[in-house]
């Protein structure tokens, strides 16, 4: 049977941490606390379950703070945990079962995280894979009896384990802070962080937010080299935020880029719509919200190509007097909700 450190990194988690280590505490062989500044009672409810509890200097950095609780641990497996997770029954007997017969050439084990949409996080699925268990010391040998080689890529498991992320709250604002902190420093986000960044932002971001990241993205846009993926999540964000601080000139510029792509963005197609109703031409919202809906593809949050369109195509045939469009928008919208559930 394998042994298991669990690995935490906190900031004022009252609220939710012996709920999370009620059930870490089942399936872990040691439990890392790494606390990192708080001033409620999070280190007093982790002492109940660990001696384990270090202290570490925030510095807006989540990497520097992982690979610290990392340190900190001794058994074969890192299982990663943050405070907002619970593990439920069956699953910790699945977890258990896990431990007593996972190969030792395994070196990160997958698992389900699910609820992910309940609280506007960055990710457009509510179930999905992300690793959880890491090997703490790996072993590098050979393969391949003639040209033999070394062995880089991991050894990767997918199991059917199921963690629930079960948030009292949206991390949004925190993430958007700390995006700001990065690039006000100069350092460069990495090309995940900065997709991460624009992908939170038509998720979770308000006015504001967009606002605020204006400057980096087209920053980006103008003295980076980007893969087209890359470039249209740029455009997304610089259509709002252009939108947003009624700059037309770059608003067009940016969304006819995007719109001569080979498939078009579904935000842009809703950001010409928002600008058009926002302009009292409800007509010409209807037809670029009708493209959000149905010609084009979301490139950051699955909503632009359904139900928010859909929507915004009601409000308008409602605010043009024909209520059997309106009525017939609102089904969809119904429809296409009922199905993402």
């Known amino acids: 049977m394998i042994t298991v450190s669990a690995c935490l990194i ?126 703490r010391v790996r072993e590098f040998r050979f393969y391949d009896p003639l040209h033999e080689a070394v062995r880089l890529e991991p050894v990767i498991y997918d199991s059917e384990i199921e963690i629930v992320h079960k948030p009292l709250s949206n991390h949004a604002p925190r993430d958007f802070t700390t995006y700001q902190k990065i690039i006000a420093r100069g350092e460069n986000l990495s090309d995940k962080l900065r997709s991460m960044y624009a992908r939170e932002l038509f998720i979770a971001g308000e006015d504001s937010d967009f606002i605020d990241a204006y400057s980096y993205f087209y920053e980006t846009v103008l003295h980076t080299t980007l893969g087209l993926t890359e470039l249209k999540q740029c455009q997304c964000v610089l259509a709002r935020g252009a939108r947003l601080q009624q700059k037309d000139q770059d608003f067009f510029k940016v969304c006819l880029k995007n719109v001569a792509c080979s498939v078009t963005s579904s935000e842009i197609c809703f950001e010409l719509g928002e600008y058009y109703l926002q302009n009292g031409d409800e007509l010409e919202a209807i037809l670029w919200y009708y493209n959000a809906a149905f010609e084009t593809e979301a490139e950051l949050n699955l909503h632009y190509q359904g139900d928010y369109p859909l929507n915004k195509l009601a409000l308008c045939y409602q605010a043009l007097g024909n209520d059997e469009e309106a009525l017939k928008y609102v089904n969809l919208r119904d429809e296409w909700k009922a199905e993402e559930r």
């Open 10 to 135: 906190v900031k004022n988690e009252e609220e939710v941490l012996a709920r999370c280590l009620d059930c870490v505490q089942r399936v872990a062989d040691e439990i890392i606390i790494v606390d990192t500044g708080s001033t409620d009672r999070t280190k007093e409810i982790a002492s109940r379950y660990t001696d384990l509890i270090y202290d570490f200097k925030w510095v807006d950095d989540f990497s520097a703070a992982r690979n610290f609780s990392f340190s900190k641990a001794s058994m074969e497996y890192l299982y990663v945990a943050d405070a907002d997770e619970i593990i439920e029954e069956e699953q910790i007997h699945n977890f258990l079962r896990l431990k007593e017969t996972l190969f030792p050439e395994i070196e990160i084990v997958q698992m389900y995280y699910c609820n992910q949409l309940e609280f506007n996080t960055t990710y457009n699925f509510d179930k999905e894979y992300r690793p959880k268990l890491y090997k």
